[in-house]
C-alpha cells in the first residue's frame, strides 16, 4: 500500500510559498537584523567623520557649525546611545563601528578628564561676567573679594551695581579702572589702562599690571553676544568680528607675557574664533580638571568665559562657586 506523506519529514503545504513548519520568517529576521545593524553601523562612522572634522563643518543654515562646536564635547554622549542600540539590534559590526567616535571624542577631549592642576604660581587671575541683572551684586562682590586673586577682570558691570564693587574690593585692590561695562581690580599697579575698540562702545580694556615679577599686558574682554532665533538661527556676525578686533589688538602687543581674559560668547572649539583663540594658550585646557563649564551657573554645560595666555605658563585652572551670575567665575594661577 502506497502512502503521500512522510511521517519522518517535515508536512508541505502545496502552493503556500512557505518553507518548512518552524523555520518560516528566520531568513528575513536575520535580513532585517543586519540592515538595522548597518544602520547603526553608519550612524557611528558618520558621527565619527563630522566629530573629526567639526572645525570644516559649513556655518550655513543659522551658522550651524558654530552652535556645533559650541556644545561639541555633549557630541560624546553619542557614543553610549549608540552601543544601546548596537545591543538592542545584536550587531557586531554596529558594535565595532561604535569605536570610531569613541576614539575621535578621546582625542578630542580625553585630556580634559585628568587633572592637571599644580600648585604654586606668580600671578593669580580670575574673570567673571557678574551679570548687569545680578540681584546681588554684594555677595559677588565679597566672593570675589576672597578669591585670593591678584588681578580680577569683571564684564557686564552695570552702572548701578559698580559703585557695590568699588567700595568691596577696595581694601584688597587698591589699583582699579572701569570702562563703562569691563573693569580691572589688581593688587599691583595698573598703567596704560585703555579701551580696546573691539565695538561701537567699550567692551574690551588693555592695561599693563605691574607684578612682583614684570609688567604683564592684560586684556578684560566681553565679545559681541550671540542670538538664537527662528529666523536667523545662532547669529555670531557681530561676535565673530569683535573676536578679530580683539585678535588684531593682542597682535599689536608689545609686551612679552599677555592675559586675555573674559566672557568669549563663544567655546575655544569654535573656529569663528580662531583668529583670538588658536595663538593663545588655553589655561583650563593645559592646566585644568574636566571641562570648566561656566554657563549657565544653574547647570553649567559649555564654557564660554576664558583665560588664555602668551609668554607664560599656565599652572593651575578653575572655576570659582556661583556667585548669583548667570557665569562661574574662571580662575588661573601661572608662572611668568
Known amino acids: 500500500m502506497l502512502s503521500t506523506s512522510n511521517r519522518t519529514g517535515p508536512t508541505v503545504e502545496v502552493g503556500s510559498g512557505a518553507g518548512p513548519r518552524g523555520t518560516e520568517g528566520a531568513g528575513g529576521?536575520?535580513?532585517?537584523?543586519?540592515?538595522?545593524?548597518?544602520?547603526?553601523?553608519?550612524?557611528?562612522?558618520?558621527?565619527?567623520?563630522?566629530?573629526?572634522?567639526?572645525?570644516?563643518?559649513?556655518?550655513?543654515f543659522g551658522n550651524l557649525g558654530s552652535l556645533f562646536q559650541t556644545f561639541l564635547p555633549w557630541?560624546?554622549?553619542s557614543v553610549p546611545a549608540l552601543l544601546v542600540l548596537a545591543a538592542v539590534r545584536r550587531s557586531r559590526l554596529a558594535a565595532v563601528a561604535v569605536l570610531a567616535p569613541a576614539v575621535v571624542w578621546v582625542s578630542l577631549f580625553g585630556g580634559m578628564l585628568t587633572d592637571k592642576r599644580a600648585a604654586g604660581g606668580d600671578l593669580t587671575v580670575v574673570s567673571h561676567n557678574v551679570d548687569e541683572e545680578n540681584p546681588d551684586p554684594l555677595r559677588t562682590a565679597r566672593a570675589l573679594a576672597g578669591s585670593g586673586a591678584d588681578v580680577l577682570a569683571l564684564e557686564e558691570l552695570s552702572t548701578k551695581a559698580t559703585p557695590v564693587y568699588e567700595r568691596e574690593l577696595a581694601a584688597r585692590y587698591p589699583y582699579h579702572s572701569v570702562h563703562l561695562g569691563v573693569g580691572l581690580w589688581s593688587k599691583?599697579?595698573?598703567?596704560?589702562?585703555?579701551?580696546?575698540?573691539?565695538?561701537?562702545?567699550?567692551?574690551?580694556?588693555r592695561a599693563t599690571v605691574d607684578t612682583p615679577s614684570g609688567p604683564v599686558a592684560v586684556f578684560a574682554a566681553h565679545l559681541a553676544s550671540v542670538r538664537v532665533t527662528p529666523s536667523a538661527g545662532f547669529t555670531t556676525a557681530r561676535r565673530n568680528e569683535s573676536a578679530g578686533k580683539l585678535a588684531e589688538a593682542v597682535r599689536a602687543e608689545v609686551l612679552p607675557r599677555v592675559v586675555v581674559m573674559g566672557d568669549f560668547n563663544g567655546t575655544a572649539e569654535d573656529s569663528a574664533l580662531g583668529p583670538v583663540t588658536a595663538p593663545l594658550r588655553s589655561a583650563q585646557r593645559e592646566a585644568?580638571?574636566?571641562?570648566?563649564?561656566?554657563?549657565?551657573?544653574?547647570?553649567?554645560?559649555?564654557?564660554?568665559?576664558?583665560?588664555?595666555?602668551?609668554?607664560?605658563?599656565?599652572?593651575?585652572?578653575?572655576?570659582l562657586p556661583a556667585t548669583g551670575s548667570d557665569h562661574l567665575p574662571v580662575a588661573a594661577s601661572l608662572r611668568l
Request: with cysteine; proline share 9%.
Open 288 to 319: 585644568g580638571a574636566g571641562f570648566g563649564f561656566t554657563w549657565p551657573a544653574s547647570f553649567p554645560m559649555v564654557r564660554i568665559d576664558q583665560i588664555l595666555v602668551k609668554g607664560m605658563s599656565p599652572v593651575s585652572s578653575w572655576t
Open 75 to 77: 557630541a560624546g554622549l
Open 29 to 60: 529576521r536575520r535580513s532585517a537584523t543586519g540592515r538595522r545593524g548597518w544602520l547603526v553601523a553608519a550612524a557611528a562612522l558618520c558621527g565619527a567623520l563630522v566629530m573629526a572634522l567639526h572645525a570644516h563643518v559649513p556655518n550655513g
Open 188 to 205: 599691583y599697579p595698573l598703567h596704560g589702562v585703555e579701551p580696546v575698540p573691539i565695538m561701537p562702545w567699550t567692551r574690551a580694556v
